[in-house]
């Protein structure tokens, strides 16, 4: 069956160093993927979306690579900031914009 | 960026009684529309597609008789739990086509 593993621990890590958020996948073929930000009580955020045929995409301090072959995606946030402290969520996706998500990696960024 | 409203953000309910959740697409039209339910530390878990004008399609083991799906117009889909339980009390997501786009989720407690 298909299955998406994401850090279970929550990842402590001091404010202005790069965060690592890792995401795999087994019995998948995603055409995409996506990292979501959830704080408490709230709905996903959409932070970026990367194809099956991109290695690696960018947006201000955030950088998410894709690899098909390891059936893995890294989600990475540089000079990480306090503010960053929340729930980042990977989904993949494939046909009928169904996604499917993993159980989140908790991120708390410390002074 | 497309806007997804959901309400209400958070209802409590007695047990048997019915509860409705809106989830509106603000400034596009959305043929499709998915929930969600999210249960503490766990991930989304997709529910059930709602099709503008037709049948709503339920993933394997979610009852279609007791989450009633109604999908009128292009911009409003409901979700109706039906003789809610306290095994119901949940969080429960909507999300609409045309982008990864989110509400902000409805927190129901049956008590």
């Known amino acids: 069956s298909q299955k998406i593993e994401q850090n279970s621990e929550a990842l402590n890590i001091q404010e202005g160093k790069t965060a690592t958020l890792t995401c795999n996948y087994t019995?998948?073929?995603?055409?995409?993927l996506q990292w979501y930000r959830q704080d408490p009580g709230r709905g996903p955020v959409f932070l970026l979306l990367?194809?099956?045929?991109?290695k690696e995409k960018r947006k201000e301090r955030l950088k998410v690579t894709f690899d098909t072959t390891l059936k893995q995606s890294l989600f990475h946030i540089t000079a990480s900031q306090p503010a960053d402290s929340a729930t980042y969520l990977c989904?993949?996706?494939?046909?009928?914009?169904?996604?499917?998500f993993g159980t989140g990696t908790q991120l708390k960024v410390e002074l | 960026g497309a806007v997804v409203s959901q309400h209400p953000s958070r209802v409590i309910c007695k047990s048997g009684t019915s509860v409705k959740i809106e989830c509106r697409s603000l400034d596009f039209q959305a043929t499709t529309m998915f929930w969600y339910r999210q249960f503490p530390k766990q991930s989304l878990m997709l529910m059930a597609t709602s099709n503008e004008g037709s049948k709503a399609t339920y993933e394997q083991g979610v009852e279609k008789d007791k989450f009633l799906i109604n999908h009128a117009s292009l911009t409003l889909s409901t979700l109706t739990v039906t003789s809610a339980h306290p095994e119901d009390s949940s969080f429960y997501i909507c999300?609409?086509?045309?982008?990864?786009?989110f509400g902000s989720g409805t927190r129901l407690t049956v008590v």
């Open positions: 999300s609409a086509t045309d982008g990864p786009f």
């Open positions: 989904a993949l996706g494939g046909g009928g914009n169904k996604l499917t």
């Open positions: 019995n998948y073929s995603p055409a995409y």
């Open positions: 990367i194809r099956e045929n991109e």
